[in-house]
């Protein structure tokens, strides 16, 4: 379920307040986001491929200190993302 929430995130169907220092984000998006595939490299960042519900492919990168870049169509997200427990 964390993937499907940083992917909501990245492209927009969860948004964030911009500005804020921190903001939990709960729930289950993954009926909202498309298809996506993952994979994890030596590194151990993990690097996803999909397509939204509107057809646009996006790609993500999370780190393992949980620093995420979206690239969707022409533009570019990033945020941190941590475990709430």
Do not use: W
Not at 1 to 26: D, H, Y
Not at 42 to 60: A, V
């Amino acid at each position: 379920m964390l993937m499907s929430t940083v992917v909501a995130v990245a492209i927009g169907v969860a948004p964030l307040k911009q500005g804020s220092a921190a903001e939990t984000v709960a729930g289950d998006f993954s009926n909202q986001i498309g298809t996506f595939s993952q994979r994890v490299d030596r590194r151990g960042t993990t690097h996803i491929r999909g397509t939204d519900r509107r057809g646009s492919s996006y790609e993500i990168t999370l780190d393992r200190r949980g620093n995420v870049e979206a690239n969707i169509g022409d533009s570019v997200v990033t945020f941190r993302v941590q475990d709430a427990s």
